[in-house]
């Protein structure tokens, strides 16, 4: 058997063996130096034409000024990246724009002292396990210069990746000691925020305040709504929280730019069609509390923002409501062919009285939190959302310090007042809900609120 001669192409001239080194087009080397264990190569931009960014005319080269990288290490030696810039400046007399750098990412990012392809390998490297250190001691620079640029380049990777919050549906939050307390340090928490569902970390926060975890909160792009599985998971932590011994009081609070719109109505509908109950059985307890069993312990609503339909039946069922003064309360069901099926035909005449409550369900107005609290629906109107919750957190803290064995009593106490008159109401909201998802009004509610015209009943 003849074997086949192979063409291999092979650099011989230094030059283009260094040029191959750095691999990006319009970047060439300007000298390749070695002093000991120390290892330089110097690069520099190909730079043609320049025009001014803000008038567009032409600019010339001021200085040029070299920046020190470091790069990944060639054969186990450790590499610096002299990178050879060019100010440049505008020579249009009345513009000004003055001088400026030019940037190149391919090279290096801006403010992080690795090359481009060291910053990302490093973050590959920690993101898979490795220490910092371990990665800053193989680049052969120090701690903070890896950690600066593994840092810059996660958050961007975490921006970039949207998909990994779409199917997520419950949070877990899990509290790490980062920095244990010293002669000189401060005790240092870290939380975990991880999709509970899915075993997937979303993001580590530096910070275990509720302040901060809310506030990171505020940023994520979508909006809390009621869907079935979201209400499910509620009822699931509702029912954690009354079982856990450790656990005194709990505060509910609406993430994002409102506390909720409300259910989402496709998704309760095709549930509705089906006859089957919410939630589960055993493990949960119902977030509306339209039956057996019921929270034992204390529950404080925050409310903000838009809090609609369901949400604020939500808000009825606490013991304590906070509203943020944005607060935007609706319960206007009725003017989409439905009705409050989470308990506001029951609860809401009995906090506000028949004549308020009927004012708006009725009529479908919306009522502000001043409105609210005139009426005796909020304890408290705290300045905005964060206040609020703050205010909430503060009397859930409250609460938490007196006798658990009392509190628990005075609960009881006070619902033997009130729950055996209402039970028969509750039992029936769920066969009133679904039955309205059948009938004609209900579907030209939903074909007028997506058409942008207003919905015509006809009592069908």
């Not at 001669?5 to 070695?34: C, N, W």
Request: one cysteine or more; charged letters at 25%.
């Amino acid at each position: 058997m003849s074997q086949q001669s192979r063409s291999t192409f092979v650099l011989v001239d230094p030059s283009e063996v260094l040029q191959a080194l750095v691999g990006l087009k319009d970047v060439r080397v300007v000298h390749y130096r070695r002093n000991g264990a120390d290892v330089e190569l110097m690069v520099e931009q190909v730079v043609d034409e320049v025009r001014c960014p803000n008038c567009s005319g032409p600019a010339l080269v001021h200085e040029r000024p070299v920046v020190h990288y470091v790069d990944l290490p060639v054969y186990g030696t450790a590499m610096s990246l002299a990178w050879k810039k060019h100010r440049v400046r505008c020579i249009t007399p009345e513009c000004p724009k003055n001088t400026w750098v030019l940037e190149d990412h391919r090279i290096a990012a801006k403010a992080c002292l690795l090359t481009t392809r060291a910053a990302k390998w490093a973050t590959v490297q920690v993101g898979g396990g490795r220490t910092v250190k371990e990665v800053a001691g193989e680049l052969g620079c120090d701690w903070h210069t890896v950690n600066d640029a593994v840092t810059t380049y996660g958050e961007a990777l975490l921006e970039a990746d949207r998909k990994r919050l779409t199917k997520t549906t419950a949070i877990g939050l899990d509290e790490t000691s980062f920095v244990k307390a010293g002669l000189h340090s401060h005790a240092s928490y870290a939380t975990t925020v991880a999709d509970v569902e899915n075993h997937q970390v979303i993001d580590i926060l530096p910070s275990r305040n509720f302040v901060d975890v809310a506030a990171w909160l505020d940023k994520q792009p979508r909006a809390w709504k009621q869907r079935p599985e979201t209400y499910e998971k509620l009822a699931e932590a509702y029912y954690q929280y009354d079982h856990d011994p450790t656990l005194r009081a709990a505060v509910s609070f609406g993430h994002g730019e409102n506390f909720s719109r409300g259910i989402d109505v496709d998704g309760f509908r095709s549930l509705a069609g089906t006859g089957k109950p919410w939630i589960a059985s055993t493990g949960t307890i119902d977030p509306l509390a339209k039956c057996a069993p019921r929270l034992a312990k204390p529950l404080i609503v925050v409310t903000h923002g838009d809090t609609w339909n369901m949400a604020h039946e939500l808000h009825l069922v606490a013991d304590i409501r906070i509203a943020s003064a944005d607060t935007r309360f609706g319960q206007d069901e009725n003017t989409h062919g439905r009705f409050p099926g989470g308990g506001a035909t029951i609860r809401f005449p009995r906090e506000v009285g028949w004549g308020n409550a009927m004012r708006y369900i009725l009529t479908g107005d919306h009522w502000s939190a001043d409105e609210a609290y005139r009426m005796g629906e909020v304890q408290e109107i705290a300045p905005g959302a964060k206040e609020a919750l703050e205010a909430g957190v503060r009397i859930a803290e409250k609460v938490a310090d007196c006798g658990p064995l009392g509190i628990r009593t005075s609960l009881a106490s006070a619902h033997l007042a009130i729950d055996h008159s209402e039970e028969d109401a509750l039992s029936e909201l769920d066969a009133q809900f679904g039955a309205l998802f059948h009938t004609r009004d209900f579907t030209e509610g939903r074909e007028a609120e997506a058409e942008g015209r207003k919905p015509v009943y006809r009592g069908e």
